[in-house]
């Protein structure tokens, strides 16, 4: 836990962990609910990077959040805190698809405060033996550092994958493809 947390009585560490979980979280679902709604319905970008944020605004980017919304409900959204990554992506996913603000705020509440308990008892002790860890031993530092590159690549690689076939699709369907300017020629 940091140094100035650590030294607060546990209920403040409590609350003020349970505070920023719960503003992270309405910042997530009004950029999803706001941001995305008035980005679709404005603009209709056709090449370069500000295609690519368009298309991914349009859904790929809260494809999976809004799939698990649709399969599970509104349960979906407090279990996301219990997740690492995954959680912002539920959070935009409601915004997306236009949860009411009371009915997402409510379900957000369990969410945040499981958060909050996790991380103002034994989250940060676990964060911080991990790093320990990795920083006393060159062994595990390394570990740590291979798994990040891997990470980091595979990443890369599946964003890659996407791309093509997405061009395919394109070029299949008689569509020019508009990241083509983009690419350098020759």
Do not use: C, N
């Not at 090449?47 to 599970?72: F, K, M, N, P």
């Not at 409601?94 to 969410?111: C, D, E, K, N």
């Amino acid at each position: 836990m940091p140094d100035f947390l650590a030294s607060w009585p546990f209920w403040l560490t409590f609350v003020f962990l349970y505070l920023g979980a719960t503003v992270r979280g309405q910042a997530m679902y009004w950029a999803g609910r706001v941001a995305t709604e008035q980005t679709l319905r404005r603009t209709r970008p056709t090449a370069g990077w500000r295609r690519r944020v368009h298309a991914w605004l349009e859904g790929g980017g809260a494809d999976r959040g809004i799939a698990t919304i649709r399969r599970w409900g509104l349960p979906a959204v407090p279990l996301s805190y219990l997740t690492v990554g995954f959680q912002s992506m539920i959070q935009v996913a409601a915004g997306v698809l236009r949860i009411t603000w009371p009915r997402y705020t409510v379900a957000q509440v369990p969410g945040a405060l499981a958060w909050a308990a996790i991380y103002s008892t034994i989250g940060w002790a676990v964060w911080e033996a991990a790093l320990a860890a990795a920083a006393g031993s060159p062994l595990a530092l390394g570990a740590l550092v291979a798994v990040v590159v891997v990470l980091v690549a595979t990443f890369a690689m599946h964003r890659r994958k996407e791309r093509r076939a997405a061009s395919v699709v394109l070029v299949a369907a008689g569509v020019e493809d508009p990241d083509d300017e983009d690419r350098p020629t020759g």
